[in-house]
């Protein structure tokens, strides 16, 4: 019964900066891929970056280079530094959480990051 609670979201200027976390609860976190999802207004889900449980990183086109994905395993959380922010990237973003062993996906409820021009 793994829940993950993203926090970290909010207004943002466009160049500017912000971090998110996501909490992890419930389950063997370590034994979790981690990524962060994106949905913009109109839009479907997509896929922004992803870390495994050896540590090792991969990251959408539009976010790489301003976007960084980290995970601290005794904290059970998981990270996205989103820096040189563009308006493009406004979206609701979502944490993911998936053990291939057991087949199960977990999701949290988002939080909401808004870049004006």
């Known amino acids: 019964q793994v829940q993950l609670v993203e926090s970290g979201g909010g207004l943002v200027q466009a160049g500017g900066s912000l971090r998110l976390s996501c909490a992890a609860s419930g389950g063997i976190f370590s034994s979790n891929a981690m990524s962060w999802y994106r949905q913009a207004p109109g839009k479907q889900r997509e896929w922004v970056a992803g870390?495994?449980?050896?540590?090792?990183?991969n990251y959408a086109g539009s976010v790489k280079g301003r976007f960084t994905i980290s995970r601290d395993n005794a904290k059970n959380t998981v990270y996205l530094q989103m820096n040189s922010l563009k308006p493009e990237d406004t979206a609701m973003y979502y944490c993911?959480?998936?053990?291939?062993?057991?087949?199960?996906?977990?999701w949290g409820k988002g939080t909401l990051v808004t870049v004006s021009s």
């Open positions: 993911n959480g998936r053990n291939e062993l057991i087949r199960a996906n977990y």
């Open positions: 870390i495994g449980t050896s540590g090792s990183t």
